[in-house]
């Protein structure tokens, strides 16, 4: 058990939908990262908060968007869904305050997604 | 060109094999490499992390980086059954940075 809990583990909707993934990070971990993860694109980044700003983004829709709340858990919205955007999505934490970080993250079990 | 690169595989190998795992990677900056390694359905768990050029062994585990080449290896000694997964290197620049992953390799281990 990495210590980063995801909801819901899958979700089943139509094109057109809206979706929110949530994110518990790890205990007194500051940074939340997302991933999309798809059989033809491998593990792709999308957005990093660090102590509730964003800190990086990658290849993120503009349909897609996340946030990182004070109590540290996260949240990414997905809107008008296409069939593509059937995916895992997996948050990830690391970053402890006060501690020589590595840069290690750790993983939740992922969201699946799945768009019809 | 993508940031990190691997081959997809599959590679399958018999019990017992040295398997050697290669990423390549075109980001300079990077400082910090990890290996992931990820089950079917799972999420990716860290198996080695290394700092700037050099060799780290854990148990069966041997990770190198050579930084003058951006090369990134992982060796498996006496491979296992248990072994079978994909594997995921990843780089980033700092600790705090966005960590960005190869595709990953498929890796069978046959009884």
């Known amino acids: 058990d990495s210590g980063v809990t995801q909801t819901p583990k899958h979700l089943i909707t139509a094109t057109g939908q809206r979706v929110t993934l949530r994110c518990s990070p790890r205990?007194?971990?500051?940074?939340v990262y997302w991933y999309q993860q798809s059989l033809d694109q491998g593990l792709q980044f999308l957005i990093q908060y660090y102590n509730g700003e964003e800190r990086a983004k990658g290849n993120i829709l503009e349909r897609f968007s996340a946030q990182q709340f004070p109590d540290l858990h996260s949240e990414l919205n997905l809107s008008s869904l296409e069939l593509g955007d059937s995916a895992l999505y997996f948050c990830?934490?690391?970053?402890?305050?006060?501690?020589?970080?590595?840069?290690?993250?750790?993983f939740g079990e992922g969201s699946r997604l799945t768009v019809l | 060109q993508k940031e990190v690169e691997q081959d997809p595989g599959p590679l399958s190998v018999p019990e017992g094999a040295i398997v050697s795992l290669n990423c390549t990677y075109s980001?300079?900056?990077?400082?910090?490499f990890m290996w992931y390694r990820q089950y079917s359905r799972k999420g990716p768990e860290l198996l080695m992390y290394t700092y700037s050029s050099g060799n780290k062994e854990d148990g069966r585990f041997t990770a190198q980086v050579d930084k003058s080449s951006k090369y990134i290896s992982l060796f498996i000694r006496d491979s296992q059954p248990s072994d079978s997964a994909t594997y995921l290197c990843?780089?980033?620049?700092?600790?705090?940075?966005?960590?960005?992953f190869g595709p990953g390799t498929s890796l069978s281990v046959i009884p």
């Open positions: 205990s007194g971990d500051l940074s």
């Open positions: 980001n300079s900056a990077f400082q910090y």
């Open positions: 990843a780089g980033t620049k700092t600790s705090y940075d966005k960590v960005i």
């Open positions: 990830a934490s690391s970053a402890k305050a006060g501690l020589l970080n590595t840069g290690e993250l750790f």
